[in-house]
């Protein structure tokens, strides 16, 4: 990986390991993202670190679509930045995303829904 300058998020050998590699930050997210998109062969592991991390959010919204969810609007909005950078694995997210919302716009808090649409 080429080094690059978050702010401390990334540590030599890789972005973070262990239980909080997948909570970034949405600056850390966005920093990522930028990473992402240049070189989507070598940050293939931290997105799909990442994308672990969406599904793992989403299913916690079909579960409780009524709560805040901020960080699962942070991770869609990196999701959509990067899907052109790994087109297979992101097949379905726009589909899966739409149905989410609607399915579960209605409980949906305000800003989760805005930061999804």
């Given at each position: ?21 997948a909570a970034m930050s949405g600056a850390e997210l966005v920093v990522l993202q930028g990473a992402c998109k240049r ?79």
């Amino acid at each position: 990986h080429a080094p690059c300058s978050t702010g401390g998020a990334r540590r030599e050998g890789g972005w973070r390991s262990g239980a909080r590699a997948a909570a970034m930050s949405g600056a850390e997210l966005v920093v990522l993202q930028g990473a992402c998109k240049r070189d989507p062969d070598a940050y293939r592991e931290e997105f799909e670190l990442q994308l672990a991390h969406y599904r793992s959010k989403a299913q916690l919204l079909r579960l409780q679509p009524e709560g805040a969810h901020a960080e699962l609007a942070e991770l869609a909005s990196f999701m959509a930045h990067v899907s052109q950078s790994y087109p297979e694995q992101l097949r379905s997210y726009p589909s899966e995303l739409m149905a989410l919302v609607e399915r579960h716009a209605m409980a949906m808090h305000a800003d989760l829904r805005r930061g999804l649409v």
